[in-house]
């Protein structure tokens, strides 16, 4: 990527920090769940990527299974949380460990650990990568953390906007959200100065 921040977004985390934490909580998991299979939980869409490069670096056997929840309401935060889909597998007696991109209120986490703990596991954690934790509203043990981030509406590496940007390797804050809204796809590929076409010149 050409390194140079489009208008409208504010660099939050790069992407060599990134993969420099991710890295490390690689290195905790493996640690930790020496000599055990733990079944990894994604949380789809945002999670996958943050999933995929966990998962390289960890030194130990390891399964990965996904599930999709929406919530309904206003923001989130008092509507109803619904599974869409559900995990293929039996965890019962499994260590498993949800793999979470960002965490902000928790009420929809809060919700999925409690039906995953309800399938009886033999241990049940939490690594996200991302933390709201400003907007916090309810008690949640996230036992693997990656960064703690301000309350601002955030993008790539698996976060979106109307489903694009996920593919940025870096995580950037939305400074001006308009003009995300008028022209995605300008912004997207001032990412991508080699790769020719109308965006090459920004």
Known sequence: MSGVTPEGLELLIDAATLSQRVAELGADLTRDYAGRCPVLVSVLKGATLFLADLARHLE?????????????????A??????????????EGRDVVVVEDIVDTGLTLQYLMRVLEARRPASLEVCALFDKDVRRIVDLDIAY??????????????????????????????????????????????????????????
């Not at 130990?60 to 989130?76: H, K, L, N, T």
């Not at 959200?177 to 090459?200: E, I, K, T």
């Open 60 to 76: 130990i056997d390891c399964e990965v299974d996904f599930m999709s929840i929406s919530s309904f309401g206003a923001g989130g």
């Open 78 to 91: 008092s509507g109803v949380v619904r599974i869409e889909q559900d995990l293929s597998g039996n965890i």
């Open 145 to 202: 953390r990656g960064f703690s981030i301000p309350d601002t509406f955030v993008i790539g590496y698996g976060l979106d906007h109307d489903e694009v940007y996920r593919n940025l390797d870096s995580l950037y804050s939305v400074t001006d959200v308009n003009a995300l809204v008028a022209v995605p796809q300008r912004y997207v590929g001032s990412f991508f100065p080699d790769a020719g076409g109308p965006n090459q010149s920004r």
